[in-house]
């Protein structure tokens, strides 16, 4: 099938490109609409029901008219002279308060945007007073917006809102600040901006730089990146569109993960084509170029397909996943990847069917053989001294992997510090709870009993003895009076910690001490729940160490059985999945001495550990397939294993070892986006240590020690090859010669 496939898409390539050429551009230009009608608008959408925090959710939305997408911004006003606030000014911010409530804030639309391929946020927000400081120091406002705070749209909203009320205030002679998710996410954004078109540059720079260094080409160094922008359109589109179909809740951060991950992915099956199709072309200069391009297209389909069903069987097992955002992300991974793989085996063969010889213009290089180069002195030196380079690889991998001791969980929303956001934040903590931006909140209902009349009602009176336990516990600074709903059959009670909302310390108050006194003071009838933003990531937290305990063991056990189909052994798949284990291992310990120990931050992301391990070995897996399948092939000629493993790393590791840094440069651009630093430098050092270490030293080095008996129990024994045929690139074990193809 993948050369009926591959060699239709090489006969018919101008259709082929065109086809694609209107598919990519077609749902590339839809797919930002529909991501934004199916992105989750917190981390709240992707607990399961039966957490704590999701059940205070459901009571605000139901009873207090609590919108599920909004997003709240607390603004401080001030005299811009600093005194205190008199009674005439506090009469003027609530004047303007009203004012800023009854004005539609218009979304700002980019000149070049056409208006029905962008969701327009604009929005009149709900504007109200929240509390005064205690010295008088200044008033705090509670803006509501809607919309998910990563949304580029809503964060446009937000800054229209946020110059148009600095600007009524400060006529007024007043300042402000702004604080909260959707403020902190705004001024990072704005802070990042510039660093992130710098890192896309950079990366598009260093594929471009090394395609020109290796292939020494105009073309190819420049189709990779169109074809995978091509692909990566129809994919975003692809994912978008299923979501709406199925009503799956996205996280705002899938789009730019799947762009990186087809990015990296993407290139590198098309630099195994490239390699390819050069060393056949080198080969044999006679040969016509489409007939080549077919043969290699099917060769190397095989390879990449095994490698890509390897990325969709990993990031499928999220769909076991209780936590939304994994569950969620798993099968958008796997759709762009099922994506990415049907433009590996149609778009780029047609490519290399439609440029031929053109594809490495205007390099000479196919015109002579190459001299043995650092792949060869690598090959040698590792068949030489397996035992030294084993020793020496997994010391150095032990010593990262150290780094795990110790290790802490952050379930945090990221640094924000140095931001205008976090510097009001500061200043309101000074005067008044930390936690006064961000309550934690108990919400209660009646199931029958003393606090509820006949017909349901729910009496706020009956929880005074809740609130003055709640203040009582230690870590609370103030909690606000019993408010009972509108439709009387609930009631809120807001809690002020002292310590911030998204840090460890309110989200272990939230989970224990404050909990536990929502359960031993509830009056009798009622039920209670707490919620917020502390209340949300403590439930995260429990739901992602569950998630842990089940995803690593099914992922594991998924791969191993596509390693043991593919590969028909049981040593190589055990060898591999050892390897990348201890590639896992390593990448997350050094991820923890950097951010954790040297860093001194709270501990690693929380998503860490799950993104990280299935991206490490599902990619790194690819890098060991390709090496592996190349070193059971040379087994298979005449010769000591030894000779077989070093002729494998001479022919695969430029392949590898460019791929890997196409690859670790793409994860790299992650880090300007603001969160995603401990993201960034844990799969960039992990595709690397996967690329460059396990599959160039690690893997061949353990095919030396062990000889053919690799591949029990059906070990490969050599069998004599003729004597003109040349050797078959990576990953082309049991497929026809140029010969039996024509």
């Known amino acids: ?18 086809l694609w050429a209107v598919l990519g551009v077609a749902l590339a230009g839809i797919s930002p609409v529909l991501f934004a009608r199916v992105t989750g608008s917190s981390t709240a959408d992707f607990l399961p029901a039966r957490y704590d925090s999701a059940a205070a959710l459901r009571i605000a939305e139901d009873h207090f008219g609590l919108r599920p997408d909004a997003t709240t911004v607390t603004v401080l006003v001030a005299r811009a002279d600093g005194a205190a606030l008199t009674d005439a000014d506090r009469q003027r911010i609530d004047a303007e308060a009203a004012a800023l409530a009854r004005q539609r804030v218009v979304m700002p639309r980019k000149s070049d945007e056409p208006a029905f391929l962008v969701t327009d946020r604009s929005q009149t927000p709900r504007v109200a007073p929240a509390m005064v400081a205690p010295d008088g120091g200044f008033e705090l406002l509670a803006v509501e917006l809607t919309g998910n705070a990563a949304d580029e749209g809503v964060q446009e909203v937000y800054r229209a809102f946020r110059d148009s009320a600095r600007e009524r205030f400060a006529a007024a002679g007043m300042r402000t600040g702004f604080t909260g998710g959707l403020a902190e ?58 979501a709406e179909l199925t009503g799956l809740r996205l996280d705002a951060s899938t789009p730019s993960l799947i762009s990186v991950v087809l990015l990296g992915i993407g290139v590198d099956y098309l630099l195994f084509l490239l390699f390819r199709f050069r060393e056949v072309l080198r080969e044999r200069p006679d040969a016509p170029a489409r007939l080549a391009a077919a043969e290699v297209s099917g060769r190397v389909g095989t390879a990449i397909t095994s490698a890509a069903l390897t990325i969709v069987a990993a990031f499928a097992t999220l769909g076991v996943a209780g936590f939304g955002q994994f569950r969620s992300l798993g099968p958008a991974i796997a759709v762009a990847v099922l994506v990415m793989l049907l433009g590996s085996l149609t778009l780029m063969p047609a490519l290399l069917g439609a440029c031929g010889r053109g594809m490495f213009w205007p390099s000479r290089a196919l015109r002579r053989e190459p001299r043995p180069g650092v792949a060869a002195r690598l090959g040698e030196l590792v068949a030489r001294r397996p035992a030294a380079a084993l020793l020496a690889s997994v010391a150095l991998l032990g010593a990262l992997a150290a780094g795990l001791v110790g290790m802490r969980m952050d379930y945090g929303l990221g640094d924000s510090s140095g931001t205008p956001a976090a510097a009001t934040a500061a200043e309101i903590s000074r005067s008044l709870p930390a936690g006064v931006s961000d309550p934690a909140t108990v919400y209660a209902t009646a199931d029958g009993g003393g606090a509820v009349d006949g017909g349901g009602a729910v009496d706020p009176a009956a929880f005074a003895g809740l609130a003055r336990a709640l203040g009582a516990v230690p870590g609370v600074g103030q909690v606000a009076d019993p408010v009972g709903s509108a439709d009387g059959r609930a009631v809120r009670i807001d809690v002020y910690p002292t310590a911030d909302p998204q840090g460890t310390e309110a989200r272990a108050l939230v989970s224990g001490p404050l909990r536990a006194a929502v359960a031993a003071h509830s009056p009798a009838g009622t039920s209670a729940h707490v919620g917020g933003t502390a209340a949300v990531f403590a439930d995260v937290a429990d739901a992602v160490d569950r998630d842990l305990l089940l995803v690593f063991p099914v992922a594991a056990g998924l791969i191993a059985l596509i390693l043991l189909l593919l590969l028909r052994s049981l040593l190589a798949p055990a060898a591999l999945l050892l390897s990348v284990g201890l590639g896992f291992a390593a990448t997350l310990g050094s991820a923890t001495l950097v951010f954790q120990h040297l860093l001194d931050r709270p501990g690693i992301a929380f998503t860490l550990p799950l993104v990280l391990f299935l991206f490490v070995v599902a990619l790194g897996t690819d890098y060991n397939i390709l090496i592996t399948d190349r070193i059971r092939e040379e087994m298979r000629r005449p010769g000591p294993a030894r000779a077989a493993v070093a002729r494998a790393v001479r022919h695969t590791a430029p392949a590898v070892a460019t791929a890997g840094l196409v690859l670790g440069g793409s994860f790299a651009t992650l880090a300007t986006t603001p969160g995603s630093e401990q993201i960034a430098f844990a799969l960039t050092l992990g595709i690397l240590l996967s690329a460059l270490l396990l599959s160039l030293v690690v893997v061949p080095a353990v095919a030396v020690l062990l000889g053919r008996s690799l591949w029990w129990p059906l070990r490969p024994a050599p069998t004599p090859a003729p004597e003109q045929a040349p050797s078959a690139p990576a990953g082309t074990a049991d497929v026809p010669t140029w010969e039996s193809a024509r």
């Open 185 to 242: 996410a705004a001024d990072s954004a704005d802070a990042n901006r510039t660093a992130a078109a710098v890192g896309s540059a950079l990366v598009v720079g260093l594929i471009v730089l090394l395609n020109v260094l290796v292939f020494r080409s105009v073309l190819a160094a420049v189709l990779p990146l169109l074809a995978v922008a091509l692909i990566g359109g129809a994919a975003g589109g692809a994912v978008a569109g299923l």
């Open 1 to 18: 099938m993948i050369r009926a496939l591959t060699g239709f898409s090489t006969r018919h390539a101008w259709k082929v490109i065109a």
